[in-house]
């Protein structure tokens, strides 16, 4: 069994790859009958000498290869018919800009499996970048705190080398009496939440947050009932929140006036309450004046979020008064940054934690006749044709 490694092609450049040169050692030393060739790439956060470091073949040979992995979308001209790939295709939600890449994926007889929904019996997803996006959200959210105020200007989380690297800076810092309240609980809020323990920020609780003064700056992590509480009044509990969402208002304005900073690390499901709309951020008691939205639903449950922003110019002002853009800089404005692509400024990191479970989950499924379903769970095509799983895309690639 040959793993290509191929080279990311899309632009903007992303620089992560799912095997790095340690990650692939691990997967011949593991699996004798396994061999990982890497395409030669300028762009890799890994260069090509760290893997012929590692005896890793780095060639032009995808062509000889059974199974073809990367991140990011391959585009069409790129993709070698009859293989086998794995990528993020961004079609299971029947994005429109992708339409095109699945039907040439069906043309090509591309046995195709999507990074997104490999997933257990349980269907929870078994590799994700999420917690790097939540360790990037949080550095990023701070850095936008310094820069609205003026107080201090962290570097990039780009231009340094890892975590720990974001930490250090983040311990620089002196920052006055203030209130971070963080959403979620998943890969991303605890992401998140390394980084504000890392800084050495004190942890309180609900009631403490809600009602207290303090002498230091303090944050608190809440889940999804702790945002929503049931219409009629009843209690509740998670399982039925998930399952009847429509049951639900947002009890989140509670946190908004006593916040500072919002960290919006929450998964937002279909048919879930909005955190907060456009006329509660109107309202003269909104505290929150910065916002890190990591989980950046563009015009969705956090109704300051009306635009992605990019690595490059990562934090634009939301006007609460005209709904619209403005200098992040303005007293009024309320700080937004939603950089939708975070692992990206992680890459070596991001490499390093999505690599070792695709090590764990994936590859031993080509080793041993697939015997927990995660192949069967993931593969979207076969033989020119969706899978039973993925049947509901059909209209969808049809163009209907």
Same mark, same amino acid.
Request: aromatic share 12%; glycine share 6%.
């Given at each position: 069994m040959k793993f290509g490694i191929i080279k990311e092609r899309k632009n903007p450049p992303d620089r992560r790859v799912v095997l790095s040169p340690e990650a692939c050692n691990k997967v011949i030393k593991t699996f004798k009958q396994a061999q990982v060739i890497v395409e030669p790439s300028d762009i890799r956060v890994y260069n090509d000498f760290e893997y012929t470091e590692q005896n890793i073949t780095v060639a032009n040979q995808m062509q000889n290869c059974d199974v073809l992995i990367g991140v990011k979308e391959v585009p069409i001209d790129a993709l070698i018919p009859n293989k086998k790939y794995f990528f993020f295709s961004h079609t299971i939600k029947k994005q429109p800009y992708n339409r095109a890449l699945l039907k040439a994926i069906l043309e090509k007889n591309i046995e195709f499996y999507d990074h997104e929904v490999i997933v257990s019996q349980k269907n929870t997803r078994l590799v994700a970048f999420g917690k790097y996006a939540g360790i990037v959200g949080a550095y990023n959210g701070f850095r936008a705190y310094g820069l609205k105020y003026g107080t201090y200007n962290l570097p990039k989380a780009e231009t340094l080398k890892d975590q720990d690297a974001l930490i250090a800076q983040l311990k620089k810092i002196i920052l006055p009496n203030i209130k971070i309240v963080l959403t979620g609980k998943g890969r991303v809020g605890n992401g998140a939440k390394e980084m504000l323990d890392g800084m050495?920020?004190?942890?309180?609780?609900?009631?403490?947050?809600?009602?207290?003064?303090?002498?230091?700056?303090?944050?608190?992590?809440?889940?999804?009932?702790?945002?929503?509480?049931?219409?009629?009044?009843?209690?509740?509990?998670?399982?039925?929140?998930?399952?009847?969402?429509?049951?639900?208002?947002?009890?989140?304005?509670?946190?908004?006036?006593?916040?500072?900073?919002?960290?919006?690390?929450?998964?937002? !499901?279909? $048919?879930?309450?909005?955190?907060?709309?456009?006329?509660? #951020?109107?309202?003269? @008691?909104? +505290?929150?004046? /910065? &916002?890190?939205?990591?989980?950046?639903?563009?015009?969705?449950?956090?109704?300051?979020?009306?635009?992605?922003?990019?690595?490059?110019?990562?934090?634009?002002?939301?006007?609460?008064?005209?709904?619209?853009?403005?200098?992040?800089?303005?007293?009024?404005?309320?700080?937004?940054?939603?950089?939708?692509?975070?692992?990206?400024?992680?890459?070596?990191?991001?490499?390093? !934690?999505? $690599?070792?479970?695709?090590?764990?989950?994936?590859?031993? #499924?080509?080793?041993? @006749?697939? +015997?927990?379903? /995660? &192949?069967?769970?993931a593969r979207m095509t076969k033989d020119g044709k969706l899978t039973d799983r993925f049947s509901y895309l059909q209209d969808y690639v049809d163009g209907k």
């Open positions: 050495g920020l004190e942890q309180v609780g609900l009631k403490d947050y809600l009602n207290k003064k303090f002498t230091m700056p303090v944050y608190c992590q809440i889940d999804v009932l702790d945002y929503n509480k049931r219409k009629d009044g009843e209690r509740s509990n998670k399982q039925e929140f998930f399952i009847n969402p429509s049951e639900y208002k947002s009890n989140f304005f509670r946190f908004a006036k006593v916040s500072d900073i919002y960290i919006a690390g929450h998964f937002y !499901g279909d $048919g879930a309450p909005y955190l907060f709309t456009k006329e509660d #951020a109107k309202q003269s @008691d909104f +505290k929150i004046k /910065v &916002l890190a939205d990591i989980s950046c639903d563009i015009n969705g449950p956090v109704a300051t979020t009306i635009k992605a922003s990019t690595i490059a110019d990562p934090v634009y002002g939301y006007d609460p008064e005209t709904g619209k853009e403005t200098d992040y800089k303005n007293p009024n404005a309320i700080a937004v940054m939603a950089v939708d692509n975070l692992p990206c400024e992680l890459p070596r990191d991001a490499s390093v !934690g999505f $690599g070792k479970s695709f090590i764990k989950h994936v590859i031993p #499924a080509f080793f041993n @006749d697939d +015997k927990d379903g /995660v &192949l069967e769970r």
